[in-house]
């Protein structure tokens, strides 16, 4: 089975213009989530989504929206995107949303602002 | 808020050897959900163990293995018979139904041969 996608690997962008990550599920996980790793604030929440809709919100700010398709691929959008953007973006699949489902990591998207 | 701690920014083991890596959490919650995830500078998140509150029994995946104390919240994952490959970053999480999986500051791994 294939694992958790992302796309793209890397992106650079400059301060003020905005960014969309992609990310695809593992087939047959509903869920995903987006996590936001810097080295001084670690890995941090940004939100969950399942069947379209987003079930769980971290504290960023309004800059930060994602949304979910009907075939489980996520999207998540940075805008005016700030210096302190530059991070580390991680998804995680998972099937559902039991405390039981494990989540499985895809390797990142690494953006640097300029 | 749930809150995941881990006391050792780093950690160095000799090849073949045991290592610890510690973890503490604090949450009111019964009913929830303890990983260890492993981070090798490829930088994709690998889950190496889980444990669900409600098992008495720690959990054991190979090599590595975990002493689960509930009521100290306290959950250490022990690594046997260290490897190179196994140096990384390793992240301690929790989850429960209600809160999504907030992880720990990690604990960086050296293996030395």
């Known amino acids: 089975k294939a694992g958790v996608t992302q796309t793209p690997r890397y992106l650079i962008k400059t301060r003020g213009q905005q960014v969309t990550l992609s990310c695809s599920p593992i087939?047959?996980?509903?869920?995903v989530s987006w996590y936001q790793q810097t080295p001084g604030q670690g890995l941090q929440f940004l939100f969950e989504y399942f069947s379209e809709t987003q079930r769980n919100k971290g504290n960023f700010p309004g800059r930060f929206s994602g949304r979910q398709f009907s075939n489980s691929r996520s999207e998540m959008n940075v805008s005016t995107l700030e210096l302190g953007d530059s991070a580390l973006y991680l998804c995680?699949?998972?099937?559902?949303?039991?405390?039981?489902?494990?989540?499985?990591f895809g390797p990142g998207t690494r953006l640097t602002v300029l | 808020a749930q809150t995941v701690t881990q006391s050792q920014p780093e950690m160095s083991v000799q090849e073949a050897e045991t290592v610890t890596l510690s973890c503490t959490y604090d949450t009111s919650e019964s009913d929830y959900y303890l990983f260890w995830y492993k981070q090798p500078p490829s930088r994709q998140m690998i889950l190496v163990i889980r444990q669900e509150a409600y098992k008495q029994q720690n959990a054991t995946e190979n090599r590595f293995s975990v002493n689960f104390q509930k009521a100290a919240k306290s959950f250490s994952l022990k690594i046997s018979d260290s490897q190179l490959g196994d140096a990384a970053m390793y992240f301690c999480a929790y989850r429960s139904f209600r809160t999504p999986l907030v992880f720990g500051k990690g604990t960086r791994l050296s293996v030395i041969a």
């Open positions: 995680a699949s998972r099937k559902g949303l039991a405390g039981a489902d494990t989540q499985y």
């Open positions: 087939s047959g996980h509903r869920s």
